[in-house]
């Protein structure tokens, strides 16, 4: 199975609204590995790595985000995998 990493912002009303917490119990179901954060500007950062078909169900998971967010923008990079990552974790 292919591996890959992502880094994505999202913007919109995305901090406040459980979206890190929400973001970590998704990657963990999905064995992903990496982070997620708050930006001071608003936007939430995401950086995750595992299979391609789990990343590709997270990716629509982060479009849509928890039922009290509102995602407006989404950008995604694909990077090299690089198997940095332990576990899942909050950055605060």
Not at 30 to 59: Q, S
Not at 60 to 84: N, Q, Y
């Amino acid at each position: 199975m292919e591996k890959v990493r992502i880094h994505v912002y999202i913007s919109g009303y995305v901090q406040g609204v459980f979206f890190r917490s929400n973001t970590k119990d998704m990657a963990e179901r999905f064995n992903l590995t990496g982070w997620v954060k708050n930006l001071p500007d608003g936007r939430v950062e995401v950086m995750a790595e595992g299979e391609k078909d789990k990343i590709e169900e997270f990716i629509r998971f982060l479009k849509r985000g928890p039922s009290f967010s509102r995602v407006e923008d989404v950008e995604i990079k694909i990077e090299k995998f690089s198997d940095e990552f332990d576990g899942f974790s909050i950055i605060h």
